[in-house]
């Protein structure tokens, strides 16, 4: 049974920056691509950014130059390190493996 679990969510001053982590368990880290979505109050949850098996990255534009993603297959996680964080960043953000499985979920505020 493959489980995900975010964490490092919280508030945070706009500017200000958060690294989140996503740890996996029960399945093969390496063979996935890992994607970070988000889902800010009232509206549609959005692929964030995604890094595939092979390290390839895309991004969301809202979030290039501000974000990034890395992921450590030994460690099995996946890790968002966002900077420079405005209120429009305020969301739950979730992990997402292979488009199939999905954790719970941590809350990230942006603000004064």
């Known amino acids: 049974q493959v489980q995900l679990v975010e964490s490092g969510g919280g508030l945070v001053q706009p500017g200000g920056s958060l690294r989140l982590s996503c740890a996996a368990s029960?399945?093969?880290?390496?063979?996935?691509?890992m994607n970070w979505y988000r889902q800010g109050p009232g509206k549609q949850r959005e692929l964030v950014t995604t890094?595939?098996?092979?390290?390839?990255?895309n991004y969301a534009d809202s979030v290039k130059g501000r974000f990034a993603i890395s992921r450590d297959n030994a460690k099995k996680t996946v890790y968002l390190q966002m900077n420079s964080l405005q209120p429009e960043d305020t969301a739950v953000y979730y992990c997402?493996?292979?488009?199939?499985?999905w954790g719970k979920g941590t809350l990230v505020t942006v603000s004064s």
């Open positions: 029960g399945s093969i880290l390496s063979i996935y691509a």
């Open positions: 890094i595939t098996n092979r390290g390839y990255i």
């Open positions: 997402n493996m292979g488009s199939q499985f």
